[in-house]
């Protein structure tokens, strides 16, 4: 009990302390935009970061459920950036909104880095509150800002795939219910068995009163 509780509190740090550096990565780039293109291509994985917490506190009906945003997220995206693709053959002014600012290649709607950082982020949300769901919200926001800075999405594609993988996600979760429990222990006298010891009229017992709280 002790090391998952210590699991968790390790968790909720490192993504408390990664979030708040975030803001600060941009002016940390050896060449402009190259440190912080690699900071994205990190952090896209948050889903699997989110996973293990969910492992790391034995939550597997959150694992379960991460996993179906997650992969319900990345299906709508592939598909929407390979029919971009299609109607790009057929009619490029049609596939402009997908076009991609630095190769100028039409599978850039939404943007998958994106949506799938932020389907962590809905995840997180939804299922434990916002003490995990802001720090992590924070994160893929700046998988977002690198994929704009480094001129491979738009605004618009990347605003894209934050909805997506954070709707999606996030309607996909449902909220862990805490279960506290109330115990109170106490004793009470109770009359011995007939035919004891003479004089020993009342023996103690132990009584337990469990209550639960959703």
Known sequence: MRTRIYLMRLCQRALLICALSSPCMPSLHAKPGDWFETWGDVFQFL??????Y????????????LALGTGATLAITFASKYTFVGISQANERLAGISQRPNNGSFDGFPSGHTSSAFSAAGFMQKRYGWKFGLPTTILAASVGVSRITSQRHTTLQVLAGALLGYGVSYLCAKRLKYIALDIDIGTAAIPAPHGIAQGAMYENVYKANVSYRF
Do not use: I, T
């Open 47 to 52: 889903p699997v970061m989110a996973g293990a």
């Open 54 to 65: 969910a492992l790391a506190r034995q939550d597997y009906h959150g694992v379960a459920q």
